[in-house]
C-alpha cells in the first residue's frame, strides 16, 4: 500500500509540474507584452514599472519559471529594499491590481465555492446513486421510465437554465428562497442554509442526472454477474446481495467521476456563482479575465488544476477500498 | 480473402449501415431526436430565408417596442405578428431572428469542434493502440495530464490573453476542441489495442499488408461505430460549452447572436421578462435533448458492449471520459 501511495504521489506531481509548464509558458510567454497584461486593468505607470521589475525581465524564461515554481513551495519577494512585497508559501503570484497575493485571494473566497460544491455533491450523490439503483432494480417498469426520463431532461439542461428558473420560480413568484447571495456560515447558519438550497439543487439536478444514468449502466451489467447468482445461491438477504455485492461493483467509476467533478467544482463553480451572485472562485477568475489580471488567472488556473490531480489521487486511494484487485496489481 | 473476413465482422454484428437506421426508425425517442436535429439544422441553414418572411433580421434595433424602462411592451415579451417570439429587452431587436441566428453559432462551433476532436482523437487513438511501445506510453501520459487541465479555467482564462485580433469563433473552435480529443483518443486506444490482436489483422499483415492498410482499411471500420457513438455524444457538449463561454462573457462577441449570451443577459430580466428567458434556453435544451436522445438511440443500436471482450475497455473508458468533456462546463 505504502508502495502503491508513493507511485501515485509521484506521478501526481509530475502531473502538476507539466500542467504548471504549460500553463506559465501559455500565458508569460505567448503574449507579447505579459507585464503590461499582468499589470491589470486599469494599469497606472507606476504599477507597470513595478510589475516590470518585479517579473525580472532580463532574466531568461526558465529562470523566471524556477522562481515561480520555488514561489509555490517556499514563497517569494518580489523586488528588492522598501518596496518589496513578501509573498509567503504556497506562493501562487502576487496580484499588482488587487494589491494581494493571489493565494490570499484564493483562501478568502474558497469558503464560498466550498459550501456550493460540497453541499451539492452530497445530494447528488445521494439522489443519482440512489436513482440509479432503484431504476435498475426496476428495471422495464414505470419507475425506471420515470427516473431516466427525468434524467435525460437533467442530463441536457444547462445548469444556468435550470438556476434561473429555480429563481424565478422559489425566490421571485413563490418568495420562500433568497434570489441569490452568500451569507457566510459563521455569521448566520440558517442565512447561510437557504441562500445554498437552489444552487445546491440545481447543480444536483444536472450532475445527480448523470449519476443516475451511469449507476443503472452498472448496476445493470453487475447484477447480471455471476458472483451475484453465488451470493443468492449462498442464500444471502437479497439487501445484502444488492449493496454489498451488486452495489459496491457497480460504484467504482461512479466515484472516479465522483472525484474529478468535486475536484472541478471546488476549482470554481463559476457558472452557478454568476447565476446566484455569490462571490466565489469563479467570480474571482471572471474578475481576473475581465480586468486582465494575468498573476491572478495563472496563479487560479494552477491551483484548480492542483485540486483535480488530487481529487485523482484520493480515487486511487478509494479504488484500493472499493476494489482489492487494484493493489494487487500495483 | 480480406474482404471476406470483413464482411463477416459487420455482418456479425448487426451495424451495418441499414440496421442501424432501421433500429433507431424503430426508436420512437431517437427518432423524434432525430427529426428535431434535422428541423434544427434546416432552419440554422435557412436562417437568412426565414427571418425574410417576417421582414426581421437579428441586428435592427426596435426601440419603439420597449417601454420607458426598456422592458418590451405586450404580452409574452412582445409577440406578435412581426416579432413571433418577442424582442430583446434595453435593444428591442427581434428574438425570433437573434434564436434562428444563434443556431448557426451553436451549430457551427459545435459540430466543427467535435470534428476537430474527434479527428484527432481517432488520429492519435488509432496510431497510439495499433504501434504501442513508447509512443503509446507518451500518448497515454498526455491523455492523463490533459484530464488534469482545469479545462472550463483554462478556456476562460485563454481569451483574456489572445489578441484581439483573432477571430473569436475561430479560437473557441479551436479551443474546445483542444480539449476533447483526449475523450476520444482514449476509447479509440483501447479499442485498438484489443483489436489488434485478432485474426483478422494477424492475416492481413501476413498477407503483406502495410501498417497504413492495416490501420485504415481493417482497424478503422471496426472502430467507426464507437465513433458515431462518440460523436453524436460530443455535439450536445460542445454544444454546451459555447453555450455556457457566451453566457459567462467570454464566448462568441455581440452583436453575433448566441443562445448562451441572450440566457446570461436574461439574468437582470428573468422577473420583469420571463419570455426572454425561456426561448433561447428553451432551443439549448431542445437541441441537446435530441442530440442526447439520438446518441441514446445509436449506442443501442450500435452498442459495444454486446461485443465480448472489448466491451470492457470502452465501457469504463467511456463512462469517465465522457463526463470528462462535460465537467466544468456544467458547474
Known amino acids: 500500500m505504502v508502495r502503491f501511495i508513493a507511485y501515485r504521489l509521484l506521478g501526481m506531481l509530475i502531473v502538476l509540474l507539466v500542467i504548471a509548464a504549460i500553463t506559465y509558458i501559455v500565458f508569460y510567454l505567448l503574449p507579447t507584452n505579459p507585464a503590461r497584461l499582468s499589470c491589470g486593468k486599469p494599469c497606472t ?40 512585497i513578501v509573498c509567503p508559501g504556497p506562493c501562487f503570484g502576487y496580484s499588482f491590481r488587487l494589491n494581494d497575493t493571489v493565494t490570499n485571494l484564493i483562501l478568502t473566497r474558497f469558503p464560498v465555492t466550498a459550501s456550493i460544491a460540497v453541499g451539492a455533491a452530497v445530494v447528488w450523490l445521494l439522489f443519482g446513486v440512489a436513482g440509479g439503483v432503484i431504476a435498475a432494480l426496476k428495471r422495464g417498469t414505470a419507475i425506471d421510465r420515470g427516473v431516466m426520463g427525468v434524467a435525460i431532461a437533467g442530463v441536457s439542461a444547462p445548469s444556468y437554465l435550470v438556476g434561473l428558473l429555480a429563481i424565478l420560480l422559489f425566490g421571485f413568484t413563490l418568495g420562500w428562497l433568497p434570489t441569490g ?45 455471476d458472483y451475484i447468482r453465488t451470493a443468492r445461491a449462498k ?53 481576473a479575465v475581465a480586468s486582465l489580471d494575468l498573476p491572478v488567472v495563472v496563479g487560479f488556473t494552477i491551483f484548480s488544476a492542483f485540486l483535480i490531480v488530487f481529487a485523482n489521487f484520493v480515487v486511487d486511494l478509494i479504488y484500493g477500498v472499493l476494489d482489492p484487485r487494484v493493489k494487487v496489481r500495483t | 480473402m480480406t474482404t471476406t473476413l470483413e464482411a463477416e465482422e459487420v455482418s456479425g454484428r448487426k451495424t451495418g449501415f441499414r440496421q442501424v437506421v432501421a433500429h433507431v426508425r424503430a426508436d420512437r425517442w431517437a427518432s423524434a431526436s432525430a427529426i428535431v436535429i434535422i428541423v434544427f439544422a434546416v432552419a440554422a441553414l435557412f436562417a437568412p430565408v426565414l427571418t425574410l418572411i417576417t421582414g426581421q433580421n437579428p441586428y435592427t434595433y426596435h426601440l419603439n417596442a420597449l417601454n420607458d424602462s426598456g422592458a418590451p411592451v405586450g404580452f409574452g415579451g412582445g409577440i406578435s405578428a412581426t ?41 492519435v487513438g488509432l496510431t497510439a493502440g495499433f504501434i504501442g511501445g513508447w509512443y503509446d506510453r507518451i500518448v497515454s501520459r498526455v491523455i492523463d495530464v490533459m484530464f488534469g487541465f482545469p479545462s472550463l479555467v483554462f478556456m476562460i482564462s485563454l481569451t483574456a490573453i489572445v489578441a484581439a485580433t483573432f477571430p473569436r469563433p475561430v479560437l473557441i473552435v479551436l479551443v474546445i476542441g483542444f480539449f476533447g480529443w483526449p475523450a476520444v483518443a482514449r476509447v479509440v486506444r483501447g479499442q485498438t489495442l484489443s483489436l489488434r490482436e485478432r485474426n483478422f489483422v494477424t492475416a492481413s499483415t501476413a498477407m503483406g499488408a502495410g501498417s497504413w492498410h492495416v490501420l485504415i482499411r481493417q482497424l478503422l471500420p471496426n472502430v467507426s461505430a464507437t465513433i458515431i457513438v462518440y460523436t453524436t455524444i460530443l455535439i450536445p457538449s460542445m454544444i454546451g460549452i459555447e453555450a455556457a463561454l457566451s453566457f459567462l ?34 432551443a439549448l435544451f431542445l437541441i441537446t435533448l435530441a442530440f ?14 454486446s461485443r465480448g471482450s472489448r466491451a470492457r475497455t470502452s465501457r469504463t473508458g467511456r463512462s469517465r471520459s465522457s463526463r470528462a468533456r462535460m465537467r466544468g462546463a456544467r458547474s
Open chain 2, 292 to 305: 442526447n436522445g439520438l446518441g441514446d438511440g445509436l449506442r443501442d443500436a450500435l452498442d459495444p458492449r
Open chain 2, 83 to 123: 416579432h413571433w417570439f418577442g424582442v430583446e429587452p434595453l435593444t428591442g431587436r427581434d428574438l425570433f431572428s437573434i434564436v434562428l441566428y444563434g443556431a448557426r453559432t451553436s451549430l457551427g462551433v459545435g459540430i466543427s469542434a467535435t470534428i476537430l476532436a474527434v479527428a484527432v482523437g481517432v488520429l
Open chain 2, 249 to 282: 462573457g467570454v464566448g462568441v462577441p455581440p452583436p453575433t447572436p448566441s443562445w448562451g449570451r441572450s440566457i446570461g443577459d436574461a439574468i437582470a430580466w428573468v422577473q420583469t421578462d420571463p419570455f426572454y428567458l425561456v426561448f433561447p434556453g428553451g
Open chain 1, 181 to 225: 447571495g452568500y451569507v457566510p456560515f459563521t455569521q448566520n447558519p440558517l442565512e447561510w442554509f437557504t441562500h445554498l438550497i437552489l444552487p445546491w439543487c440545481t447543480l444536483a439536478f444536472i450532475s445527480g442526472a448523470i449519476y443516475a444514468r451511469l449507476t443503472r449502466g452498472q448496476m445493470i451489467e453487475a447484477m447480471g454477474e
Open chain 1, 45 to 84: 505607470p507606476e504599477n507597470l514599472q513595478r510589475v516590470k521589475e518585479f517579473m525580472g525581465y532580463d532574466s531568461p524564461w526558465y529562470a523566471q519559471f524556477w522562481d515561480f515554481l520555488r514561489g509555490i513551495v517556499f514563497g517569494r519577494t518580489y523586488g528588492s529594499g522598501a518596496d518589496a
Open chain 1, 235 to 287: 442464500g444471502l438477504r437479497e439487501s445484502t446481495v444488492v449493496f454489498r455485492h451488486g452495489l459496491r461493483n457497480a460504484l467504482i467509476p461512479v466515484v472516479t467521476i465522483f472525484g474529478l467533478d468535486l475536484g472541478a467544482l471546488l476549482g470554481g463553480a463559476v457558472i452557478s456563482e454568476k447565476i446566484f451572485s455569490m462571490q466565489g472562485l469563479g467570480a474571482l477568475l471572471l474578475d
